[in-house]
């Protein structure tokens, strides 16, 4: 069983920056595909971010896209949601996610782990 643990959430004014880490525990790190998903009270969980196991390739929500970057470092099993230009839409409670087959989906159905979530805020 992989577990996720997600750190860095916090209060940020907009504009500002945030980098959230996901630590993976397990020895397969590098076979799995990662990812970012985000949910907002009274919302459905949503697609932020994702990274392959592979070649790097990384997906993101058009409604990140050049403000988030995803990064992974499979030597510490690690990865990471750097969040720049933030603005208050983008508060949510962010789940980092793992699937053991190496696919990545925009579906929150077809990813196999999540963690417990971290709350980042966004103050205007």
């Known amino acids: 069983q992989v577990q996720l643990v997600e750190s860095g959430g916090g209060l940020v004014q907009a504009g500002g920056s945030l980098r959230l880490s996901c630590a993976a525990s397990?020895?397969?790190?590098?076979?799995?595909?990662m990812g970012w998903f985000r949910q907002a009270p009274g919302e459905e969980r949503e697609f932020v971010a994702a990274?392959?196991?592979?070649?790097?390739?990384?997906y993101y929500a058009d409604s990140v896209k050049g403000r988030f970057t995803i990064t992974r470092d499979n030597a510490k099993n690690t990865v990471y949601l750097q969040m720049n230009s933030l603005k208050p839409e983008d508060t949510a409670v962010y789940y980092c996610?793992?699937?053991?087959?190496?696919?990545?989906?925009?579906?929150?159905?077809?990813?196999?782990?999540w963690g417990q979530g971290t709350q980042v805020t966004v103050s205007s």
């Open positions: 990274i392959s196991r592979s070649d790097g390739s990384t």
């Open positions: 397990g020895r397969a790190f590098s076979s799995y595909a």
């Open positions: 996610v793992g699937e053991r087959g190496g696919a990545v989906s925009r579906r929150a159905n077809s990813w196999d782990y």
